[in-house]
């Protein structure tokens, strides 16, 4: 009787014993299942990571997303606009109906040209840096209010970069640019730029009144829009020796003037060349510009 009750008592344990160990290596495959999960996952977001990384290096390291790009000296053409406005006259050579503007941008679009930044555009020139085989500059004067409400569309529109020199003085005047409208552009990614304080002819005045009027403008731009100003425009293109000595000493690496030409790397940084254009031109004059000017 002792031993038909071992017996039973020994056939529980052992079931015990198994129902235990099944308990256990169901547990163990359990865990180790979520463990497999878990590594998986943490390696799936390191491979994510890894991507994403590389997608922003090749974002640093190539700015023009794909786009062939070429290192030697053959020159960018910077465009030089004024107001893009109806012009009642049609005469005004630095006003631009806005309808002219578009056609003049969307040739410059269809043919396959990227727009330059300031920053790209004096990385090429003086930086060694390579650009677009087809690269060019869009440039405005003065800072009219026609640059916010009717050449600032056109531009969102291409997708286009482009300069605007401003005359510092002259922000929030009737016809002129606001403080506010100039930071929004910046932002969104257009250069603003200088175009001198008071808009007067630099070759005219001292050089201590030169040097002046390019540090105080800079300066005035620089607070509103968080940037920095690395380039000016000379009022009506005019300059002097003290011009472009001052305007390496106020801080800017780069000087336009309106002397006709393209830009390259065999230009003085404060005497490079633009190609104003206006209403007369039509698409052939433009393809003319960006494909067969000469200095």
């Known amino acids: 009787m002792k031993r038909a009750k071992r017996n039973i008592k020994r056939k529980k344990n052992k079931r015990t014993n198994f129902i235990i160990l099944t308990k256990l290596i169901l547990f163990i495959a359990v865990v180790s299942t979520v463990f497999a999960i878990i590594i998986n996952q943490k390696e799936a977001s390191k491979k994510t990571d890894t991507t994403v990384s590389e997608t922003q290096t090749e974002t640093k390291t190539d700015p023009f997303g794909g786009i062939p790009?070429?290192?030697?000296?053959?020159?960018?053409?910077?465009?030089?606009?004024?107001?893009?406005?109806?012009?009642?006259?049609?005469?005004?050579s630095i006003i631009m109906p806005?309808?002219?503007f578009r056609e003049q941008l969307k040739t410059i679009k269809d043919s396959g040209y990227t727009t330059l930044t300031m920053a790209q555009l004096n990385d090429y020139l003086f930086n060694n840096k390579p650009i677009p085989e087809k690269s060019v500059v869009i440039t405005f004067d003065d800072g009219y209010r026609d640059n916010y409400t009717n050449a600032f569309p056109i531009l969102k529109e291409f997708n286009m970069n482009a300069t605007i020199f401003v005359i510092s003085s002259y922000l929030n005047r009737d016809l002129y640019l606001t403080s506010e409208e100039i930071k929004e552009m910046s932002d969104y990614g257009l250069d603003i730029e200088s175009h001198t304080v008071s808009h007067v002819k630099l070759s005219t005045l001292s050089y201590e009144a030169q040097l002046k009027e390019l540090k105080t403008s800079k300066e005035t731009i620089e607070n509103i829009t968080g940037k920095p100003v690395i380039s000016i425009a000379y009022?009506?293109?005019?300059?002097?020796?003290?011009?472009?000595?001052?305007?390496?000493?106020?801080?800017?690496?780069?000087?336009?003037?309106?002397?006709?030409?393209?830009?390259?790397?065999?230009?003085?940084?404060?005497?490079?060349?633009?190609?104003?254009?206006?209403y007369t031109y039509k698409p052939n004059n433009i393809i003319n510009v960006l494909k067969n000017l000469k200095k």
């Open 69 to 92: 790009v070429i290192n030697d000296n053959r020159g960018v053409p910077v465009i030089c606009y004024h107001s893009i406005n109806p012009d009642s006259s049609k005469k005004n």
């Open 98 to 100: 806005k309808e002219k």
């Open 235 to 278: 009022p009506e293109g005019k300059y002097n020796k003290d011009t472009k000595k001052a305007t390496l000493e106020a801080g800017y690496s780069m000087g336009f003037t309106i002397e006709r030409g393209y830009a390259d790397r065999n230009d003085n940084p404060a005497q490079l060349n633009r190609i104003c254009v206006d």
